[in-house]
């Protein structure tokens, strides 16, 4: 017989009470271990709303933090531009979606 496995939620004794539950994600009630972690989660959220810009504002952000990184601790190889690459990607492709929908929304539909 397999073991169950156990939620250990806010309020379970087993829970950690040190931590603030503002720390925790409201979805999963998860722990960020990394700032870029919550950053890419209210991008995320950003996008899901379609505010396209503040997504654009988390992906400036991310950049200054690695920038400060890098010049701080040099370009150390674990540092990687995937995630700021991935999110531009994606708000590209979110940005496209918008501007296709804005021109239909505007072309008249032609009857057959």
């Not at 999963?28 to 505010?51: K, M, P, Q, V, Y």
Request: with cysteine; charged share 30%.
């Amino acid at each position: 017989m397999s073991a169950r496995s156990t939620v250990i939620t806010a309020q379970s004794h087993l829970s950690d009470a040190k931590v603030p539950h503002t720390w925790r994600d409201p979805v999963t009630g998860s722990l960020h271990r990394r700032l870029a972690d919550g950053i890419n989660a209210a991008f995320e959220h950003a996008c899901r709303h379609g505010d396209l810009d503040t997504a654009a504002d988390l992906i400036a952000v991310l950049e200054d933090q690695r920038d400060r990184w890098i010049s701080i601790n040099g370009g150390e190889r674990r540092r990687s531009d995937q995630l700021i690459n991935r999110m531009k990607d994606y708000l590209i492709h979110r940005r496209t979606q918008q501007l296709v929908a804005a021109v239909d929304a505007k072309v008249p539909q032609r009857r057959h």
